[in-house]
Structures are given as structure tokens and as C-alpha cells.
């Protein structure tokens, strides 16, 4: 039925993406070295092999033409997050740590893309391997595979907007020439390397161990939000809390926004002003009252109010997920406000999840344009961000994705509940799973874990996240029927 | 007829056309007070000592309504703008409801304010929460001034502005439009006054219809009266604490049978019973209704049942819950000793969804939601074909983007509604998911839900905070006006150049 070379292809790409990943696995044998933690068979047996998976696909399909068929490109994504989360369950299972398919599933999904929803209840005793392995995922996963792959191999082939829009369902199609595509990529990913490489060196110049600033920028640059910590960041010195705060609000910002900001080309930026604001403007509304609850309802003394509020809103808000205090303990509103910010999420074309401040902004614009509709009928009322007029398709595909978020989670919702776990667990779990904030509601939320949950429940939490890291869209096409008719 | 160019100059010359306004109020509040008669006869009647009060409030509001009518009222021109059509309804609601609370305060049923200002807007929005725990306490008089509240709310007060006030030419669409949805169907008569006329006559046919079976079952006269008026307009206050325990297995049918009617376009319910049937059967929606109401039914009864609860009882409580649910009416018996969380969801989902466009029931409207899905399935398809051209249809008309707009632009309002009540709840100390459902039952005037207290929380309102009883007042009338009324007059859009 579907051409053979577009199913060669595919595989060839997932080769590529199989030996780095391979090569990935085996740069965890430096701290398993270092640190003599007894794993370093395991880990070069599990790259080796997937190494090996990838350079047999790619050696076998290496005479693959380019895609005939577009919408295969829906395909190649889905499947290349599926293969890669598959195989980054081999370091858990190899070296033992988790020994139950379904956790390991867990596990390497809430990785891949960096949700930060763990299993595991304590990771202070994990081999640093493992702990550099997940950390490694997320700092990747964040960026985006595609991205990656696009952005380090320039002949592919294959029509990289196509790839693009699918992995990132035309967040950021606002201006994007499909032409300059492979430059802008570049440009993110140099952004991306340096505020990495900026942020390790400033953790390390305020007093912490260049082990500890790899992990923890890795994870919060990503807005991923594992820790190597039981208690994630509230072992920080406060200072270090705050710089770590820095890095999730600048995750939280556009990619190329910051590109044209370090390279003084401040006239460029003004076309993604409008989003920026809205996502400062959200922090810091959120924030103050954050801050407030903690200190007029909860007690903490204003020092600590202040702490806790701004750096904990900011991990909720870029759905970063690292946790300055057990939120699980928090007054329930700040959770509930929490819930509602993580679904906000930051600006598109960063590395947080959610709907995006983009996309939130042009809701509200079409629900005032509607309104305006109504009292001047005859009026021409466009959906304007930054002050040009939204094409009619992105506002459809706005909505089209709002709603379908909203199905998602209330599907979610619902297969988590008959799978046993309670209404506030469920809640939390799916929209923390789906916007990849990590921390759910309950016994999941806070410093808690999403070991309590059965496997069932896990699979379903799994699949939540690579829908919303996919942003629902190019996954739920797959189901369409009238994708696999000619 | 003035050429239009001359009425044109006119209507902006004028300043806001505020005497017609306060005229249409006027006559309102006037109907408002001759509807305690049929209260003071029940008091006079069964001598619950509630005569005097019920004289004095009708009086009060009877004064305020003639000093609107025809003294702040003089002088009007019939004919209303687009903003000035806002106005009147978000007045309109105001000031009747606040008026409806006179005969609560000074019978002394409920002694707060806040209360009474709760259980008349949960009236007149046909929503159906109660302060009143054990409304079974209540002088039958009260009984029936309540229900009288939902059966005037149920079709909407500006239907029966259009329908009493016949010189109201111009605007008077605008106003059946503010509360009343999908206005995109087919009116049931070319002329406007007519066919609402013809709304309130089936209307009224169901509520006698219902009223005299209840008794003929055996139900005492008040509460057969109360629960139809509350049934038809898919109110659901309740007359007695413990649900619908009064009635006995016939009339509690029938009670369900009047609630999935109640939920039906009320311009195909006329044709229905005038006998057009072809007519009846050609609507989209209500087709889709009935099917999904007989899946909720199967899924509901097969949950129950897999929670070991007995199939017959099962059947029983689903065929009479998911009425009540998609009806939003909102009246609940005995739930079963196992409660299953599918039918937790699922219950929220149907609220959410609501009955369909056009009956008395609240809600998003079933028929937003299948233009909505229609759309996604054929944006999903035209990810896959990108050149090809769809168009969503409803009833083989095709829908219009411009409406298709609205509807997202109305559902994502909604759920922002949903959201905001609910993190207002939250702050009076509800727990999340009870707070989500509870704001959701109360925007989509459906009141109380067995799905609220399988949460956890109460029915009973009057344990809430005065800020959560606010809250919820705001989103019962939020959901009646369908949103767009009320922020258009809040918003500054509106404000800006009159």
C-alpha cells in the first residue's frame, strides 16, 4: 500500500537517531568511570547495542530516496520518539534500577520529553550514570529530536519544514520563512549550547560541584526538571535557587528571541514583543500572589515567601517541574493556580511545554475580536499579535489544538480514573503528563513520586506526555483513518 | 416606514435609548408581582401564616415596576441597538431576580441577603442549587413561589419581553437572541412574536401535561405543581430534602421522561406535537441527543453494574440520571451504594455538554459541540490532504465560518469560566475537583449532581463561604446569558465609542 521507500526512509532516519542515541548512552560511561558506580558494563552494553540497531537501519537503508509522501513526515516524528523512548528504557533495565518494563517506560518518556515526572521516590542512592542519563535526555529532548537531527545533518533529503511543523504543530509559523529554517534552527541550538555552558559555569563559580551544575542545568535549561536531589532544588543555597530561577525564565522565552538579543539585532525581536510580555506579565501576576498565599496563608516569613514564590512559579510556569519546597503541602489554590499556569505554559519556540503563551494570547484576541464582531457587525476586526493581523489558519489551528488539548485531558481523566487512581491524583497527573510540568497532585505532586501508580496507569501517563510534547496533533492523525488510505 | 438612512441618523443623534430600557424592566417587574397571586392563593389556602409578606413584597415590586414602567419609562422609542440589546438583558436579569429575593427576606425563609440573592438567581437561571436544605420545611406558598421563579426563567426573560411587548420591532431579535442559542435555525413562524408565542403555548401545554400525571400518580397537588414547573424548565428545585423520595417509581418515570423532553429544541418539540413528524425526525441534533442520551444510559448502567451494584437498579438510576444530567435539570435520587468513576467523568462530560440548542436546558449546547467535533475531524483530515476543501455541516446546512468562530471563541470562554469560578471555590476551601465540577453543574444551570457528592462535597450550599455563594451566582447567570452578554457590557470594548 505505502511506498517502500518511504518506509526505508523512515527507517534510515530512526537509524540516525538510534547511533546518538547509542553514542548518548555511552558518554555516561565518563561519570560511571569517575565515580566507580559498578555500572559501566551495563551502559556500554545498552549503547553499544543501540548503537548497532541504528548503524545496521542505516547501513541496510542507506540508498533511501527522499520522502515521496509528506504526511509520512507525521509518521517519522512519532516514530522516532517512540524508538527513542523504547530503546532509553535499556540503561534503567540494564543496570537494574528499575526492574519493571512499564516504570522504565515511565521513566525514559518523562526523559525523552523532559516532562520530569518520576518513579522513582528517592535517586540519591542511583548510579551516577543513570542520573547523568536522565538528566542527558531531557537537556535533548527539550531542544527537540527533530531539531537536533535537522540542525546537526543538513542534506537530508527531505523537506525540513515539513519535520518541523511536525514535531512542533506550527507553534512558531508566525514569519517563519521555510527557507532560512536551517539557519534559524542553528541559531537555536547555539543559544541553546551557550546558555547550557553559561548557566554550568555560574552554578559552579557559586559554590557547587561541576557534577551537580551539569545535572541541574541540564535539567532546568530543558524546562525538564529531574533532580539528583530527593528534595530537587530545596538543597540549593539560596542564591543557587535564584540562578537556577534565571535559567527556567529564559527556557520559558523564544529560542530565536534570545538569539537576536545576544547577537544586537533588538529590532528583530520586536515582532515576538507581544508574547514576551504576556508571559512576563502572567509571571508576574502569578507570582505576586504565589508570594502573598505563602506568606499572609501559609506563614513563611517573607524571605522564604519571596524565595518560594518566584523561583517555584517559574517552574510551574515554563513546566519546568524542579520544586524549591513540597508544593504538595501547599494551599490548595496555589495548586490549582499551578495547574492552570502549567497548561499556559511559556512562550512558543522554547523548550516548555503546555499551550504556549502564543497560542493563549490569540484565544483571547479571537474571544475579544468576537466580541467586537458583535457590537460594530460591519467592522473588519482582525486577530492582530504585534500589531499584524493573524492569518484566519493559525487562529483555527489555535483553536483546533486548544480543544483538542481539552479532549486529551479529559480522555485522560478518564482512563486514569478507571484504571483506579482517585480524581485529584488523576487531575493532576494527566495535566502535569501533558503539559510536561511532572509533579502531579497528591501522593504524585510535591516530592512525591508516580511509583504508587499502577502500570496501567503509568502506560497511560507515558502516552500523555509524548501527546503533548508532540503538542496532540501529529500524534492523534495517526488514528485518522484517512491517513492510511492512498 | 422611515427610510432606513433617516432612522439610521436618528438612532445615533439619540443618546442611549435608556427610557425603553427602563420600561421593558418596568413591565417585567409589574409580571413579576402578579405572579405572587398564585402563591398567596396556596398561602391563603393552606394558612401558612405568609399572606402579609407575600402582599408586601408584591406591592413593593409592583410600585418599582409601575414608577419603571411609565414614569422612568416615558416617552420611549421601540427600537433597541445592538449594545442597547445587551443592556437590556444583563438589566433585565439584574433587577428581576434582586426583586424576586423581596418575598424570601421578608417571609423570613432565608435571612440573608447573600442567601436570598442565591436561591432567586438559582431560580430564575433554572439552576437549581439550594440553600435550603431541607426545603420539605418550607409553607407550601414558598414551595410554589420558588418554582414559579424557574418556570419564568425557564424560556428566558427576554422571551417574554418579545412576547408581551408586540410594538417591539426592531431589536426584538437581538434579545431572543441574548439568551436564547442557535439562533441559526429555522424560526418556528416568519414573525418573530408569533413564534415565541407559539414557544410559550408548548411550553405551558408540558408543564399542565406533566403537573396533572404527577397528581393522577399520586403525588400531592403542591409538588406535583412545584415539580413540573421545575421539571419542564429543567430547573430542579427540589421540593423535599431526600432527592425525589416523595414520588414513587410511575411518576419518578415520568419525572425523567419530562426531563429528556425538556432538554429538546422547544421549536421541535412544537412540531412534534402538531404533529409534523417529518419535520421532527429531520433535526441533526435532536437525533444526536437521543442517541447519546441511550449510550450514556447503556455506559452508565454497565458501570454500575460492574461496581456490584444490581442490574435493575443500575437501569434504573442511569435512565433516571443521565435525564437529568443532559437535561441539566438537575434533580437526583438515591444514588446506588457503589458509585463508579466512569460514570463520574462521564456525568461531567454531559454536563459540559448541556441539552440541546434552542430548549430551556443550559449548558456549552449539543449542537456547538458537534460543529465543534465535525470541524476538528475535518481539520485532522485536511492535515492529511492539504488541498482539499470541507465544509462542516449541520441538518445538510452548511455551517459558516463565522459561526464556527464563535463557537470556539464561546467554548474556550466557557472552560475560562469553569477554570476562574473554580479557582475562586478553591480559595473558600474546596477541593479541586469538587471545585471544577461545581462551578461547571452551577455555569451550566444544572445545580446540584451526585457527581459533586461523590466528590466529596456537599449539596447543601448553605455550608459554602458568602464569596463561593457569589461566585456561583455570577456563573449560574454567566451560563443563562450564554456568556457574551455579560462580558460585552463588562468589557471595555464596549465602552469605547458608543
Known sequence: MRKANDIKYILRFLGIMLMAEGVMMLSCLIPSLHFNDGTWWNITVSGLFTFNVGLLLVVSFRKARQLANQRMAYLLVVLMWVVLVLFGTLPFLATGTLLNFSDALFESTSGITSTGATVFSAVEWLPASILLWRSMTQWFGGFGFVLLVLAMVPSLGINKYSLYTAEASGADNTGKQASSMGSTIRHTLGVYILLTVLFVFVLYKSGMQIWDAVNITFTNISSGGFSIYNNSLERLTHTQQYIVGIAMLLSGVNFAMLYNFFTVQWDKMTHKFEQLRFYLALYAVAAVFVVLALRLKMDYPWADALRCGIVQTLSVLTTTGSLVGDTSQWWVPITFLFVILSLCGGMAGSTTGGLKAMRVLILIRHVRKILRDRLHPHAVNPVRLNRKPVSAHIVTNVMVIFMVFVVVIFLGIMLLMLSGINATESIGAVIACITGYGPGLGTSGGFGCYAAFNSTAKLICSFLMLLGRLECLTVLILFIPAFWKR | MTSPGITNRRLRLRKFNFRLITHLTGILLT??????????????????????????????????????????????????????????????????????????????????????????????????????????????????????????????????????????????????????????????????????????????????????????????????????????????????????????????????????????????????????????????????????????????????????????????????????TMSTCGFYIPRPANWSFLVSVLTFVLIAIGATAGSTGGGIKLRRIIIMVKYIANYLTRMIHPNAVFRVKVNHEVVETDYINKVFAFVFLYIVFIVAGAFILTLCGSGIPAAVCMAAANISNLGPSPLINSLGASLDYSLLPALAKWTLTVLMLAGRLELFALIAVFSPAYWRRG
Not at chain 2, 424576586?100 to 439552576?127: C, I, K, M, N, R
Not at chain 2, 437525533?287 to 443500575?314: E, K, P, Q, W
Open chain 2, 31 to 324: 409580571y413579576l408581582a402578579a405572579s405572587m397571586v398564585l402563591p398567596l392563593a396556596v398561602s391563603i389556602y393552606f394558612r401558612d401564616g405568609m399572606q402579609f409578606a407575600i402582599v408586601v413584597s408584591a406591592l413593593i415590586i409592583l410600585m418599582a415596576g409601575l414608577f419603571f414602567r411609565n414614569i422612568l419609562g416615558r416617552n420611549r422609542e421601540y427600537d433597541l441597538k445592538e449594545n442597547e440589546s445587551y443592556w437590556v438583558t444583563v438589566i433585565i436579569w439584574l433587577v428581576i431576580p434582586l426583586g424576586g429575593t423581596l418575598p424570601y427576606l421578608f417571609t423570613g425563609v432565608l435571612d440573608s441577603f447573600t442567601d436570598a440573592v442565591f436561591e432567586s438567581y438559582s431560580g430564575f437561571t433554572t439552576t437549581g442549587s439550594s440553600v435550603l436544605a431541607n426545603p420539605e420545611n418550607l409553607p407550601p406558598s414558598m414551595l410554589t413561589y420558588r418554582a414559579i421563579t424557574q418556570w419564568a426563567g425557564g424560556l428566558g426573560l427576554m422571551l417574554l419581553v418579545v412576547a408581551l411587548l408586540r410594538k417591539l420591532t426592531q431589536g426584538a431579535f437581538r434579545l431572543y437572541e441574548a439568551e436564547f442559542s442557535g439562533t441559526q435555525q429555522r424560526k418556528l413562524h416568519p414573525r418573530l412574536a408569533k413564534s415565541v408565542t407559539r414557544m410559550w403555548t408548548i411550553y405551558s401545554a408540558l408543564t399542565a401535561a406533566m403537573a396533572v400525571i404527577l397528581a393522577i400518580q399520586g403525588t400531592p397537588v403542591v409538588d406535583s405543581f412545584c415539580l413540573a414547573c421545575s421539571t419542564v424548565s429543567t430547573g430542579g428545585f427540589l421540593t423535599s430534602g431526600e432527592g425525589l423520595a416523595i414520588l414513587n417509581n410511575g411518576a419518578l418515570a415520568t419525572v425523567a421522561v419530562f426531563m429528556i423532553l425538556s432538554g429538546v429544541n422547544v421549536a421541535v418539540l412544537y412540531r412534534f406535537f402538531t404533529l409534523r413528524w417529518r419535520n421532527w425526525t429531520h433535526d441533526e441534533e435532536v437525533r444526536i441527543y437521543f442517541i447519546l442520551y441511550l449510550a450514556s444510559v447503556v455506559v452508565c448502567t454497565l458501570a454500575f453494574t460492574a461496581a456490584d451494584n444490581g442490574f435493575v437498579s443500575s437501569l434504573q438510576y442511569s435512565i433516571f440520571h443521565i435525564a437529568s
